[in-house]
C-alpha cells in the first residue's frame, strides 16, 4: 500500500479484496466495489471509498479498521470521515433551502 496525497491511497487489488472479506463484506459487494472503481482508472478518493464502504454496508465501527489495516492513521481517518460529514451537512443544507424557498 502507498499513500499517494492527503486523502488518497493505492493498494494492490488482492489485498484490497483480503482485507474487504475480513471485515464482512461479500462478494457481490466487493465485485461492485471494484467495477465503480474501474470506472475511475482504479482509483478512489479516500471520502469516495468510505462512502463506498458505507453504502456496501460497512459501519464506521469495520471503516475505520480497514483504513487502519491498510497503513492510515487515525488522524487521516478522522479527517476522512469529518469531510464526509461536512459534505453530507452542506448537501442536506441546499435541499433543506430548496425544500423551503416561498415565493409570494
Known amino acids: 500500500m502507498e499513500i499517494a496525497k492527503a486523502g488518497t491511497f493505492t493498494i494492490a487489488r488482492n489485498e ?3 482485507v474487504l472479506t475480513v ?3 461479500n462478494e457481490k459487494s466487493i465485485q461492485a466495489l471494484f467495477s465503480g472503481m474501474e470506472k475511475t482508472h482504479r482509483h478512489v ?3 469516495a471509498f468510505a462512502a463506498s464502504l458505507e453504502k456496501f454496508g460497512i459501519d464506521r465501527s469495520r471503516s ?3 483504513f ?3 497503513g492510515i492513521d487515525d488522524l487521516t481517518i478522522n479527517e476522512i470521515f469529518e469531510s464526509m460529514d461536512e459534505q453530507r451537512i452542506s ?3 441546499g435541499r433543506l433551502y430548496d ?5 409570494g
Open 16 to 18: 484490497l479484496r483480503r
Open 23 to 25: 471485515f464482512g463484506m
Open 45 to 47: 478518493n479516500a471520502l
Open 64 to 66: 475505520t479498521d480497514v
Open 68 to 70: 487502519r489495516r491498510l
Open 91 to 93: 448537501a442536506e443544507t
Open 99 to 103: 425544500a423551503v424557498l416561498e415565493t
